[in-house]
C-alpha cells in the first residue's frame, strides 16, 4: 500500500523579489504620474487659450460697438475751457482715443443721455475701457474703468479720411474759419484700423467702418 506524497510546504516570496516588485512597482508609479500630470498641463493651457481667445473676441466686439456706433457730438473740456473733438486718437499721448459714442443702453431709464463718452488706455500691457457716466465731465468726475484684454505688446489705431488715407492721429488739421472749426470737432473717419500686438497670437488687425 503507496503512502501518500508529503505536502509541499508553502513558498513566500524572498526580499530581493520583493524590492525587484516594489521597484517595478514604483516605475510604472512614476510613469503613470508623469502622464498624467503632462495630461493636466495640457488641459490647463488649452483653458488658458480658450479663457485668453474668449477675451480677444470681447475686446474686439466691445470695440466695434464703440467705433460703429460713434457720433459727431464734441464735449466740453474737463477743464471748462473749449472743446474735445467727438474723437480724438493720437499715437503719442494717453489715452489712445476718446470718442462720443450713441447706443448707450438705459434698461433702467436713468436721467442720462443715450450718448457715452469712452475712451481706450494701455496700461502695462493691459487694455482697458473707460467710460463717464455724464456726457461732458469734469475734472472730479472719474471714469468707470474696465480691464478687456491683457498681455499686450502695444496697441495701434489708424483712421481713414475721406480722401482714403490711413491717418495715425485723428481729427485732422483745421482749414480755418469758424464754419471749418466745427467741422474740425465734429469730423468722423471713415473706418477705424484697430491692430493689437498680442504675446500669443502676434499682431491681429481689425478694420471697423463708421456708420455715416
Not at 473749449?82 to 433702467?108: D, I
Not at 474703468?145 to 496697441?155: I, P, S, Y
Amino acid at each position: 500500500m503507496s503512502r501518500p506524497a508529503p505536502e509541499r510546504r508553502a513558498r513566500g516570496f524572498t526580499l530581493i523579489e520583493l524590492l525587484v516588485a516594489i521597484f517595478i512597482a514604483a516605475i510604472m508609479f512614476a510613469i503613470g504620474y508623469g502622464v498624467i500630470m503632462q495630461a493636466l498641463r495640457a488641459r490647463g493651457a488649452i483653458r488658458e487659450d480658450q479663457h485668453q481667445l474668449l477675451a480677444l473676441q470681447t475686446a474686439l466686439r466691445i470695440m466695434e460697438q464703440d467705433f460703429v456706433q460713434l457720433a459727431p457730438r464734441p464735449i466740453r473740456s474737463p477743464n471748462g475751457q473749449g472743446w474735445q473733438p467727438a474723437l480724438l486718437g493720437s499715437p503719442t499721448t494717453e489715452p489712445l482715443v476718446v470718442l462720443t459714442r450713441g447706443g448707450w443702453s438705459n434698461p433702467l431709464g436713468l436721467q442720462r443721455p443715450e450718448l457715452e463718452r469712452v475712451a481706450y488706455v494701455l496700461k502695462h500691457g493691459t487694455l482697458i475701457r473707460e467710460h463717464w457716466n455724464v456726457l461732458d465731465p469734469t475734472l472730479q468726475d472719474q471714469p468707470v474703468e474696465r480691464d478687456l484684454l491683457k498681455h499686450l505688446k502695444g496697441v495701434q489705431l489708424r483712421y481713414l479720411n475721406l480722401d482714403r488715407q490711413w491717418l495715425t492721429q485723428w481729427p485732422p488739421p483745421a482749414l480755418g474759419g469758424e464754419a471749418a472749426l466745427d467741422a474740425y470737432y465734429r469730423v468722423r473717419p471713415l473706418a477705424v484700423e484697430v491692430t493689437l500686438d498680442t504675446r500669443q497670437w502676434g499682431k491681429i488687425v481689425r478694420i471697423f467702418e463708421i456708420a455715416g
